[in-house]
C-alpha cells in the first residue's frame, strides 16, 4: 500500500506539482464533524484517493467498481460522501488540523489527474465556567489560521441569531458579550464560521444558574383548612457539585420571606423571614417553630427550594421572596404574590326564613378587570338561575327561603380559566317569630302559674284570718308539743 501510494504521489507531482491552485480552507471543531467537499468529476469511472498530512499518508480510496479502503487508523472516523468525492471526517482530533489532500483519477479517457489540497483549520471557542444569571457572559471564536473573506457569527442556545437581542455586543474580533444573562441563556452556544459559502460550527456548552421563571401572576388560593399553598421556587438546572458542596463557590444562605398585604390585617408591611436555609450539605430550610408555620413540604435536593403550606387563612395574602445568596453578595431572587379568596356571609353562617342575607366573596382588595366571579348556589336557591357570569362579588338575598341553605361556593375565574374557588354552608333556619311564640307560651305559661300561686296566697290569707280566734286556742294546745322551739335554746 504504502509502495502504491508513494507511486501515486510521484504521479501527481508529475502532472500536477504546476497547477498552483491555492489550498482550499476548511474550519473545523475538536470532536465535531467537517465535510472536505469535492463535487462530483468527469465520468461515474473514477478512482478517488484521499492523503493526509505533509507527507501524504494514506487515507481512504474508493475503485471504479466503488470499493473503498481505509487505513486501519483512521477506519472508524472517515467516509466517503454517497453522492459525491466529498470526505467526511467524524470526531475531528487535535493533530487533524493539517492538510488533505484529493486525487482523482478517470483512467477510461485519458489518464487525468485531479488534486485539490485541503487545509483543516482549527476553530475553537473557550469553555466558560458557570455563571449566576446576571453575570455577563463573554464568548471568543479563536481561528488558527485566519483567511481572508472568513466571517464569524454566533448562535444562541435556541440555534437563534443575535440580531434581535439588545444585551448582545459583538466585538471587532467577534467575541461576544451577553449582559445579564438569564437561564435561558443556558445551553450550547454556537460560533459559525462562515467562508466561502461553507459554513463550520463550534460550540461551546454554557452553564447558567439561575432560579425558574417568576410566576408572571398572582397565585390564587382561597381560605380553608384544606387548601395547599405552594411557593415554587427551583434552580432551572440542577446546581453543580461544586457550587452546592463548597462553600468558598457556592451558597451561602438563603431564606423564604413574607410581607402581609395591606389587606391581611395588623403586620402590614413587616418583612418577616419564614424559613432559613440551612447550609449543607446537604442544603435544608430551617422553621422557626415559634412562627407554628405549617411547612408540609421542603425540597432539598439541591434544587428545589419550594416551599408548601397546608391550611389557608387570609392572613397568608402577601408578597413572598425566596433569596439564595452566592459569593460576593450575589443573590437570585424570586417573589410572588399570593391572592386569597375569601366568602363572607352576613349575617354570619346562620339566618332566618325571610332575613336579607349577604354573601360576598372577596380577595380582600377590588378585584381587577381581568377577573370574574361566579357563584354556585345551592341546588334550590331562591336565587337559581343566577344568568352567566360574570357576577357581582356581592350577592344579596333579599329574603331568604329554606332552599338558600346549604352549599355556596364562589369561583374565580380569569379567561376561561378556574383559578380558585371557596364554599361555605350557610344555614337558614325557621323564622324567629316561633322563638317569641314560644316565648310567649313560656312567658303566659310563667304568668299563669303565678297567677295560680297568688290565688292559693289570696285564699289561704282570708282562710286565716277567719280562723284567727281559733289560732289561739290552738297555741295552748301546742303547749303539748314534745319539743318546742324555746327548748332548743335553754
Ligand atoms: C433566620 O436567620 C436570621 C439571622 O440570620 C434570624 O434573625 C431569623 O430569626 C432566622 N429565622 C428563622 C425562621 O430561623
Ligand atoms: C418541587 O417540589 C414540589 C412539591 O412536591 C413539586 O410540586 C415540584 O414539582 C418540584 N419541582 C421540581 C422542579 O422538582
Ligand atoms: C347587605 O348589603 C347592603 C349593601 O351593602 C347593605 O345595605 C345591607 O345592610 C346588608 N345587609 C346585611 C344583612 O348585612
Ligand atoms: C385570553 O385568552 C386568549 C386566548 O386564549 C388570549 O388571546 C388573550 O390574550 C387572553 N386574555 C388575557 C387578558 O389574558
Known sequence: MKYVSGFLSIIVALFFSSTGAEDVVV?????????????????????????FGMNNQFMISRNYQGRETTAPQWEDRLSLSKTDFSLIINNIRLEDFNSFRCELKDFRSTPITSVTIFRLSHVSVQPVSPLLAGKNLNLKCDIKEIVEGTQRRWLN????????????????????????VTGQDHGEWTCVVTYKGREAYANTPVTIIDLSPAHPQPIYTSVSPLSLLHLPCFFSIPLPLSWSDSQEKGIQGGRWTFTPSPAAGSLTGVVQTLVN?????????VVNQKRRLDVSALHTNNRNLSLS????????????TCVVEFQRDDTLKREMRVEVLQLLTSPVSVAFVGQEV???????????????????PPHHSSLLPLGSSPHPTLLTIPEATYGDGGWWRCELWRNKTKLTSVEITLKIERVPMDVWLLVTICAAAVIFVLLLILTVILI????????IPRRGKRRFCNCKDPKPKGFYRN
Request: hydrophobic residues 35%; aromatic residues 8%.
Open 309 to 320: 403550606k397546608k391550611g389557608v387563612t387570609v392572613g397568608d395574602r402577601g408578597k413572598y
Open 277 to 285: 436555609l440551612s447550609l449543607g450539605p446537604p442544603l435544608a430550610w
Open 358 to 376: 349577604n354573601l360576598t366573596c372577596t380577595l380582600g382588595q377590588p378585584l381587577t378587570s381581568d377577573l370574574e366571579v361566579k357563584w354556585i
Open 460 to 467: 289561704r290569707r282570708h282562710r286565716q284570718r277567719v280562723m
Open 27 to 51: 474550519y473545523g471543531q475538536v470532536g465535531g464533524t467537517v465535510t472536505l467537499p469535492i463535487l462530483k468529476w468527469g465520468s461515474e469511472k473514477v478512482l478517488v484517493q484521499w492523503y
Open 157 to 180: 442556545p435556541q440555534k437563534q441569531d443575535l440580531n434581535e437581542d439588545k444585551r448582545v455586543q459583538i466585538g471587532d474580533d467577534s467575541s461576544l458579550t451577553v449582559m445579564k
